[in-house]
């Protein structure tokens, strides 16, 4: 329970230094690229809502510093303004426009204030969305540390099942599968590891928990094959057959077709054994 704790204690300080380092660039390129504060003219009759169009119309224009500034100081004076929270999220989308590693750590933070200040507003499934991009946009390499895929995971799972009537569900259901592919990817990875190293007994006992933990995965027609392959050298010949023949069954294309049907043949046939 103490290592428990003690990671997550761990984790919460990356998390915060990686924030605080991204604040801290922020800082800097700010002060690099702005000529100044974006003020609305004196005697502008709806000074709010002037800046939020015009954070608009550079957002549009993908001019991500100018457009943050103008939501920022929309945001910063102006608390009852009915145009601020949508100008919180314009400051989120700021942060993702730009795509750096940095910028996503900001983007997440605007994001995760929006759904604490704002829990009920008809943009929350927004905000959640977009939060679980920001870490989607941060997943790595399936042989790489898969941290921010979780995350995604995480974050994306919240947006479906809470917000099952979105408009967005369809690019959130999407999303999401494509996270759970790239941890898959990494899954599948260390089971073909084990099978090209001839310990089929760890590959066939990674590819089944796989398999049982994520059933749709996209690839699973490889997850098929070599789980079936693992098998057969481990002289288990009736228990891969019906891992080929699900290959067969729910592919039409795959690259293992070939192999697969004509293992099916071989294990069907008169001298196969089991």
Known sequence: MAVLVAFSGMTRVRAMVKLASAILLLVVVSACAS???????????EPDKFLFDRGT????KRHWTVAR???RQLVDSYPQSIYRADAKLGVGDTYLGEGSAESDVLAINEFREFLSFY?????????????????FYQMRAPERDQTETREAIRELQTFVTRYANSELIEEGEKRLRDAKDRLGDA??????FYYRSKWYPGAIDRLKTFLKNDPAYSGRDAVYFYLGEALVK????AEA????EKLVEEFQKSEYLADATKRIAELKGPEAKS
């Open 57 to 60: 119309e550079e957002l549009d």
């Open 241 to 244: 057959l019906p891992y080929y």
């Open 35 to 45: 000529s100044g504060p974006k003020k609305p003219p004196t005697g502008t009759p």
């Open 69 to 71: 500034e103008y939501f």
């Open 119 to 135: 829990p009920t507003h008809k943009r929350a499934d927004y905000a959640q969305l977009k939060l679980g991009m920001a870490h």
């Open 234 to 237: 481990g002289k288990k010949n």
């Open 187 to 192: 899954e599948f990875h260390v089971g073909l």
